[in-house]
């Protein structure tokens, strides 16, 4: 039985990067010589072998082969057995940078060039079987969002991998929760404009995202500049450390996709939350102060005048990258008010007058639409 570290860890620990998370590979054993010796199960429900050392709370993993059987992302056959080795498991990977080990002394496996793809900045597959799962064009994409400010970029034999990926059916059939959670990390790294053209230039954006995709043009080769309203509205949100979900809300308000019906049915279940957000902003009229609390509600305005400042400087955004529009002024104005006027609702001395349950609930909307009224007409 052997113990290695592997992937994120040991590529971040390369580039003198941060990292918490530590992914370990054991080969050369089975589930039950893992459980007797001192392992436990992490997931008893995964489709592959993975334990939790109870020392250090660390995820392990057995070492495993991957044989494509059916359409998806899960369409895999896992054979996970003490007779698959590290160069087994490392070739399965999604780029060179992530097949790289360590050994319990320190030293580096790298069977795939790893390290000089690291030097080089290049984000380049393994193997063909890349192509088997279309989560890897969101991963490369995201990687991109992370390493692209050290000069990383996709490699040209992998850049044309994408392509026919783009095209393939099952990119179409791949979950809205799962494009959320690639999406997500993305907007949280520090170029995650990067997530975008990388797919665009692949001819993916179109397929996951086609109304952002109308917006950013056309894009001749993997390594052209594109420069549009949603990428500079997210150039800006991220230089003002805006959270993911506005930063997300800013692009597509640009992109015009949620005023499209099909884009709105696409993004249904891990999307809803950020669509109502957008629709929101459609709503605003100064005038009447119940959609004004109707729409703070959503963004949990009133647990935070944190959330209320940045998105007052969503809007600042969209007045700079459209050159001013006169509504957006008077929304930053109100919403200036409001944060002014102060909206944190002292729920104890409502309880203490005797409200309880459904009665205090809409006795606490009384007072938030109050408050938002006392800021609309503040003088």
Not at 57 to 79: H, M, P, T
Not at 112 to 132: K, M, T, W, Y
Request: glycine share 8%.
């Amino acid at each position: 039985m052997q113990r290695y570290l592997v992937g994120g860890a040991v590529r971040d620990e390369l580039l003198d990067l941060k990292f918490t998370d530590q992914d370990w590979l054991v080969t050369g054993a089975t589930p039950e010589q893992m459980l007797k010796a001192g392992y436990l199960y992490a997931d008893k429900e995964a489709y592959f072998p993975v334990f939790k050392d109870p020392k250090t709370g660390d995820e392990v993993a057995l070492a495993r082969r991957e044989i494509k059987k059916k359409a998806g992302y899960r369409g895999f056959e896992i054979e996970a057995d003490p007779s698959v080795t590290l160069e087994e498991d490392l070739k399965r990977r999604d780029l060179t940078i992530n097949a790289i080990a360590k050994d319990q002394q320190g030293y580096l496996i790298d069977p795939f060039n790893g390290q000089e793809d690291l030097n080089q900045g290049l984000l380049r597959h393994v193997s063909p079987a890349f192509i088997d799962d279309p989560v890897r064009l969101l991963r490369i994409a995201r990687f991109a969002a992370k390493l692209g400010c050290w000069g990383f970029s996709v490699a040209h034999g992998t850049h044309g991998l994408m392509k026919k990926m783009a095209c393939s059916e099952e990119l179409q059939a791949l979950q809205a929760p799962r494009i959320w959670r690639e999406l997500k990390k993305s907007l949280n790294e520090p170029q995650p404009w990067q997530f975008f053209r990388v797919l665009h230039h692949c001819h993916a954006l179109e397929i996951l995202f086609p109304e952002l995709a109308k917006s950013m043009g056309t894009a001749d080769g993997h390594k052209t500049k594109i420069q549009n309203n949603p990428l500079k509205a997210l150039q800006l949100a991220q230089k003002q450390g805006i959270k993911a979900e506005l930063k997300y809300a800013l692009v597509f308000y640009f992109s015009q996709g949620l005023d499209n019906p099909e884009a709105e049915k696409s993004y249904q279940l891990a999307f809803q939350q950020l669509l109502d957000f957008g629709q929101g902003m459609a709503l605003l009229e100064i005038e009447k102060a119940p959609q004004w609390w109707q729409f703070l509600k959503q963004f949990n305005a009133f647990k935070s005048t944190q959330n209320i400042l940045q998105l007052n400087q969503c809007f600042k955004i969209i007045i700079e990258v459209e050159g001013g529009k006169q509504e957006l002024f008077n929304k930053v104005r109100l919403l200036e008010k409001i944060v002014n006027a102060g909206f944190v609702i002292d729920i104890k001395k409502l309880q203490a007058e005797g409200y309880q349950g459904a009665e205090l609930g809409r006795r606490i909307i009384e007072e938030q639409v109050g408050v938002i009224d006392f800021g609309i007409n503040k003088k």
